[in-house]
């Protein structure tokens, strides 16, 4: 009877904390459960045997960008975060009778240039569909999607993994991009608990969003998250999604199953609108420990929607999963099948170019991608892949970095350091972006250039870094000469200053004379001690080194 009430107790706990979670007013707690003990325990035993120990994830992603325009996808509401509630509502939005949708041709020529970065196929005809079901904040009790054909399929999406020890190995993967489709976001809906009432907010309703499904091709939380960030990073070069997480502009939805190799897939859980990509990898990881765990109990895993409990860390039931029958899909009636031509060659006659989108020069005004960048990076400048990660992930931080190189004779691989450890380090303290940095490049250039040319020493350039920090106005040159900070390059007060040292560390020099050459570093401290950092380091070894003959 002990064993058996062990998972009991385990059960029991999980009841009461999912009821706290989805019940937090509840009084309710469940003290017991009745069952026939000795039965289930050795049917559950028998059970668990028979479920391999090698099961394994299955990932699959369903990502909502919002597209980076000024108005909506078929009406000409402005876009806007935080605006105040109901202020950005067309007619259309709000699905006053009469009123018909009219495709925003910018929300298009991103959707094409985002499949041709991903390497789509872009369809030349695509069709819209309603996808019917209820919400309070869906006034037309649809959505205008793409089902039957949408504007890009067949894409690849290459991602990478930092492996290894110190993660400076790079993991090459991809995934397959199923199709990108456009169609229509839905508002907001406020819950306020102590009023007991629900509020719409119609400001969202409308705005443009590409779907964009990848195929069942990865197998944790760590590649979905890593193939999620560089989604991202495309998006924002492009200009195509701001993919501002926090501000709802991506949204992921992750379809989870488990199953043994060679075997057909499992049934799949959705977890849906996750806006973290650092809870994205967690919700999928719970969620594959969570399904493995019910098969090993000898359960059947639930083909349901769930939702991830950040505090918690663990996905919760929400309902069951919807099939293509509950949402009723039919063309829609009031939009034509939208056309795009491959260049002005292929246009109707009369067909204005500027009110169409064309493949051709979209493809052309593709930026450098994020892979190319991190390859171009490692290759031009020696730098280590995982600095080109870094480089890559902040805005604008590459383009600082080439112009600082472009002003000082310092080795890339140094110059990365400054960058990467100290300009990153005090922005991310202050939580700031690379565009407001109180150091320009250029400055950055001189005081890295004083450096190498030996008018300061390292530790009085970090100095020089905190007081440009703190005083934007002055030039390097200028702080190096109101502190006097200069390199003490004079060899007979240099040779002074290390004969006191020497004589008074006795020991130290026993030891050096005795063979342990390292401890020449402690005698090198004191003397940079001693003169507050301006020390020659090159000149101090040479002088030390007399000495402790």
Not at 1 to 14: I, N
Not at 345 to 358: E, I, K, M, Q, T
Request: charged content about 25%; hydrophobic content about 35%.
């Amino acid at each position: 009877m002990a064993a058996s009430s062990v998972p009991v107790s385990e059960l029991l706990h999980k009841m009461n904390k999912r009821i706290s979670i989805l019940y937090p007013k509840a009084s309710c707690i469940i003290r017991s459960i009745s069952t026939p003990s000795s039965r289930c325990e050795s049917q559950l035993k028998l059970r668990t045997k028979s479920v391999s120990q090698d099961l394994v994830g299955v990932v699959g992603l369903e990502v909502h960008a919002q597209i980076n325009s000024n108005t909506k996808l078929f009406s000409g509401s402005p876009v806007g975060f935080s605006a105040p509630p109901n202020s950005l509502v067309s007619p259309f939005d709000a699905s006053l009778p009469g009123t018909l949708p009219v495709l925003n041709k910018r929300c298009v020529e991103a959707a094409v240039m985002t499949g041709l970065a991903l390497n789509c196929t872009i369809n030349k005809k695509s069709l819209f569909d309603r996808k019917h079901y209820f919400y309070a904040d869906l006034p037309a009790g649809y959505q205008i999607t793409q089902l039957r054909r949408p504007i890009a399929v067949d894409g690849v999406l290459a991602y990478s993994l930092l492996g290894g020890k110190n993660g400076s190995r790079v993991v090459k993967k991809t995934v397959s991009i199923k199709q990108i489709q456009l169609e229509q976001d839905s508002g907001k809906s406020l819950h306020d608990d102590v009023r007991c009432q629900t509020l719409i907010d119609l400001n969202r309703a409308g705005v443009g969003l590409m779907e964009l499904v990848m195929e069942p091709d990865m197998s944790c939380g760590e590649e979905a998250a890593a193939a999620v960030r560089e989604l991202q990073l495309i998006m924002q070069a492009l200009g195509t999604c701001l993919g501002n997480m926090s501000e709802g502009q991506l949204r992921v939805d992750a379809n989870v199953s488990v199953h043994q190799p060679g075997e057909p897939l499992g049934v799949r859980t959705e977890v849906k609108n996750i806006n973290s990509v650092r809870y994205l990898a967690r919700a999928i990881d719970y969620e594959i420990r969570r399904q493995v765990e019910v098969l090993q109990r000898g359960g059947t895993v639930q083909n349901e929607t769930r939702a991830y409990d950040s505090k918690s860390g663990e996905t919760i039931p929400m309902r069951d999963k919807e099939g293509l029958q509950d949402y009723r899909f039919m063309p829609e009636p009031n939009l034509p099948p939208l056309i795009v031509y491959e260049d002005k060659a292929s246009l109707p006659a009369g067909v204005d170019a500027r009110r169409v989108v064309l493949v051709q020069e979209t493809r052309a005004a593709l930026p450098e991608l994020p892979g190319v960048k991190r390859e171009r990076l490692v290759q031009t400048h020696g730098i280590l892949p995982e600095h080109s990660f870094t480089l890559v992930n902040e805005d604008g931080l590459t383009e600082y970095f080439e112009a600082v190189l472009k002003g000082t004779t310092k080795e890339p691989r140094k110059v990365i350091g400054w960058v990467t450890n100290e300009l990153v380090g005090h922005l991310k303290q202050q939580d700031m972006s690379v565009s407001q940095s109180p150091i320009a490049p250029s400055a950055l250039a001189e005081l890295l250039e004083l450096q190498e040319t030996g008018h300061i020493s390292s530790p009085v350039a970090k100095q020089v870094f905190q007081e440009m920090w703190r005083s934007p106005g002055k030039t390097p040159a200028q702080i190096i000469q109101e502190g006097d900070l200069g390199l003490v390059s004079d060899a007979t007060q240099l040779h002074n200053i290390c004969q006191k040292v020497v004589d008074s560390h006795p020991d130290v020099v026993r030891a050096i004379r005795n063979g342990n050459k390292k401890v020449l570093n402690k005698l090198m401290g004191l003397v940079q001690k001693e003169t507050k950092g301006r020390a020659d380091p090159v000149l101090v070894r040479a002088i030390l080194q007399k000495k402790t003959l």
